[in-house]
């Protein structure tokens, strides 16, 4: 366990311990990334550690996260009939991707301070109905510009959710079970991406309204999901946190955020430059490909459907796979070893045009999203309590925030990688791209920049096993200092008694 925000960010006439705790954290970045001394435990049993109230807790988290992803990759998988029908390029309409991921932070702002300040409960109920509305105006769009407005503010309700979400799921959530449930949310993300593909093969090449039934269907579950989070309370942690703050909550609240911010911002900084990693991880992976399936290789609609659910149970299962046995490996070591194992995986997955794509995809987002499985557990514990929602948000939404042109700058480099027009194909009206060589070059950087800043950061993780150890040595002391005051007690009684018996015999003479 390590953190480097135990004690405030020193002033100019501290800076020599300053540099000395930065040098000592420099010098030990091989030494912590040895796994702690605890086997890899089954996880069942783990998982049975959660009450009713925890999984249900967990489960509306893990479909507002769901919902989020089929909103977002809705885009992904239209981007062609939507160029087609706004009369733009694809290009042009990745544009609307990047908006998104740009404004997503404006929203983890908002929504992670009112979450940290009036409770988990609310601020996801409002997130849920912006969702309704602005899928809804996104299937009645009929001009460009009508388009990228509704995705601007689509990316501002989107960005409130992913804090709220992870902090729902694990502030209540037992010690032993918080690295495979932290998994299990995170791959949310997969879930909603898979859900999106098959609506998408379901409905847009099947209903007369082509794209726009998928984004009217979309406007539907959150509705599902704002009953679901109504019949919950909230969460106990945020009711302790508030209890301990005393009855003049609000100013107790300002106080531990201002001295939370003047302890943790570099820490805050370093998980901004990691998820800029992860976001161009995720997203310079899973934005493009889509189109690289129907537009390069000229895939079936059955085909790119296939392929992309095959991609997406990879990334279920390996951050599940991941997220669990961070608990025994540490978190910065799983992230290295999924971010090497990735990078190996590269050249099948943007080469190989046979079925054996199919093995390509799955293993690509297995590591991909089995390094993302640690991240919600691994920032809430590098956040403090009294900002968890806000730090957690905010730090993966500044992140998408720099990865936010990852498909607009894969289209741009693809410019340069022209490919020759099939003859009686149906693309050849449209330009066509390498886009698998170019993603390729893109993740082979980002699996190499991940790697480094994991290496060099910080981690906050204890294992359970620590923990009960350390609570049992609590134990121990405690009860021998009772055991000490006792025998203080006892001896001071013994010296009084005498004393006590010969003013009684001097009384009585």
């Keep these: 366990m390590e953190n480097l925000s135990s004690s405030p960010v020193p002033l100019q006439g501290e800076l020599n311990s300053w540099n000395s705790r930065l040098a000592h954290h420099l010098a030990t970045r091989i030494s912590t990334l040895r796994p702690p001394a605890v086997p890899l435990q089954n996880p069942i049993p783990a998982l049975r550690l959660l009450n009713r109230k925890q999984w249900l807790f967990f ?80 299937g009645f769009v009929q001009t460009y510009k009508q388009f990228l407005a509704v995705r601007a503010l689509f990316g501002v309700a989107m960005g409130g ?53 998928l984004y009217w269907f979309g406007a539907g579950p959150p509705v599902l999901i704002i009953f679901f989070r109504l019949c919950l309370p909230e969460n106990d942690a945020y ?47 899973q934005d493009l490909y889509p189109t690289m399936l129907d537009i390069q290789l000229e895939f079936s609609a059955d085909k790119q459907t296939v392929t992309m659910a095959v991609a997406n149970l990879g990334a279920i299962v390996g951050g599940i796979f991941f997220g669990h046995i961070s608990e025994t490996v540490g978190r910065r070591l799983t992230i290295i070893i999924a971010s090497v194992l990735g990078g190996a995986l590269i050249y099948p997955w943007a080469f190989v045009r046979n079925n054996g794509i199919m093995a390509a995809v799955f293993f690509l987002q297995f590591m991909v999203q089995g390094a993302w499985g640690v991240i919600p557990i691994h920032l809430s514990e590098l956040s403090p309590p009294a900002l968890r929602a806000f730090i957690v948000g905010v730090s993966y939404q500044l992140g ?59 981690e906050n993780h204890i294992s359970a096993q620590e923990l009960h150890a350390g609570m049992k040595r609590e134990l121990h002391d405690n009860l021998r200092l009772l055991e000490q005051q006792k025998l203080d007690v006892s001896h001071k009684e013994q010296n009084k008694l005498p004393a006590t018996e010969g003013d009684g015999t001097t009384e009585k003479i």
């Design 239 to 285: 009711l302790a946190q508030r209890f301990a703050e005393g009855e003049d909550s609000k100013a107790a609240f300002f106080k531990a955020a201002n001295k939370s911010v003047k302890e943790y911002w570099h820490v805050l900084i370093y998980m901004v430059i990691l998820m800029a990693g992860f976001n161009f991880m995720s997203h310079g992976s």
């Design 59 to 138: 489960l509306v988290a893990l479909c507002g996260w769901t919902w989020d992803a089929f909103d977002f990759f809705s885009v992904s998988l239209t981007t062609k009939a939507l160029a087609k029908s706004l009369d733009v390029s694809v290009k042009s309409i990745t544009w609307g991707i990047t908006l998104v991921l740009m404004l997503r932070s404006v929203g983890a702002v908002i929504f992670g301070l009112l979450s940290d300040r009036f409770g988990r409960k609310w601020p996801f109920i409002v997130n849920c109905v912006l969702f309704i509305a602005l899928e809804l105006g996104t």
């Design 161 to 213: 959710i992913y804090g709220n979400c992870a902090v729902t799921a694990l502030d209540d959530c037992p010690l032993e079970a918080r690295g495979i449930i932290s998994g299990m949310l995170q791959q949310g993300y997969a879930l909603g991406y898979l859900l999106a593909v098959v609506f998408n093969r379901a409905l847009v090449y099947t209903t007369s309204q082509g794209w726009r039934s």
């Design 400 to 458: 998408n925030l720099a990865s936010s042109a990852s498909s607009t700058i894969e289209t741009t480099i693809g410019d340069r990688f022209p490919l020759a027009d099939t003859a009686q194909s149906e693309a050849a009206s449209v330009e066509r791209y390498d886009y698998g060589k170019v993603m390729a070059i893109f993740m082979g950087c980002v699996f190499a920049f991940v790697l480094i800043v994991t290496f060099l950061g910080p």
